[in-house]
């Protein structure tokens, strides 16, 4: 156990010391000794930290010879890589390691480990993969039980803090969301020393939330200056996990796991950045009649909208008129919505579905002539193959009836064809030829 009663997912490297297989022996930092060891490098160069991450512990035998400067300058870059710590093999090049080498590491706070010729490095690697194994495999029985109380109770506001708390804390990191009104939340339980977010760190972490809503996946990772920053999505906002080094597949599945149970937000017309991936996903089954589409089914997709009005986009229906499938239309044009319909009453981001080469969205709470001034801005500002694209909006109905206004804004999309530059048509302004030409 650490200073915060957790085992700590990675050794230290106090372990290393006190394995008496390895022979270890630390000549200077030891202050430092609690620091983990992320992995184990062997390198004989110049300057090794370009090649080096956090967390590293390094292993040399002195190969190559130093002046004093050199060797400054050699522990400087070390450190500012995040270097947990240097190894030196003696017996092969020296007998023992120069005390330039241990005023350089002082200098720098960085341990020096004394590492004795019987000793292969090999070792060292081998036990510092298996002490990772071992305690890995005790943080995922650690974060099942947060799973297990997460699925088998109330998931309540307190509950779900503290299983957030608790994901901090094994992965020494922050969680970081917004809440319903707005307001940005953390959780961070112990671990809150080991990052420290600064207020523009904050503020970067915050401006990738909206980003992964209007991305529609299922998580993401990104780097932010030091920081290592792994979105994932919620049944509710979603949330980032923050910290300052790179995440294992393993931890990425933590993080996964538990925000399945995770509900940000009991009112999903609060949130702002509602994240809709897996409702898409059930969407565009239902639209493609991959699942049954009862009226029950999209009133559940869209809660707390009375009505809402359907845009269609595709490939130009004008013969002669080389316009092409975009495969990324479709999420420019949800980006597009999510950021101009608020002001015109949309109360939650829209629902994208892809079938064959269009788009449909759903807008809850939008009125067709809103969406089409919206739909039609946007095509009016897009180039290329895009300039070359159609639409079509149907008229304003209840969430039951989601299917029929597919067909209503399929239609009046494929209506271009007879209206020259007209890229965009509102189901209700077809003459009653165009609705029955098709």
Known sequence: MDSRGRTPVLPRLADLLNEPSLGLACVTGHQDLNRQVSWVHVAEVNDPSPWLTRGVLLLTTGLVRRSEAELDAYFAGLASRGVSAVGFGVGLIVDEIPPSWRRAADTHRIPLLRIPLATPYIAISEFVSHRIAETQLDQVRRMLDVQQRLAYSDPTPDLQMESLEKLARELDAVVVWRAPDGEPRTAAGDASGDVELQADELSAVLAELPR???????????????LYVHVISTAGSPLAVVRRRRYTPLEQSLIGSVAVFIALSRSVAALPDFTSSFREQILTEAIAGQVPASERLFEILLPHAETCTVAYLGPSPEPGVRSRREPAAGLLVKAHLANTLPDAGARVPPLLSSVGDGFYLLLPGSSPEAVRTAVGAFLQGESGNLGTWRAGVSRAR????????????????????YREAVPILEFSQLTRRERVAD
């Open 212 to 226: 992964h809503s209007i991305s529609g996946r299922r998580s993401t990772s990104v780097s932010i200056g030091s």
């Open 398 to 417: 209840p969430p039951a009836e989601t299917l029929e206004m597919c067909g209503e804004a399929e239609l009046a999309q494929r209506a271009t064809r």
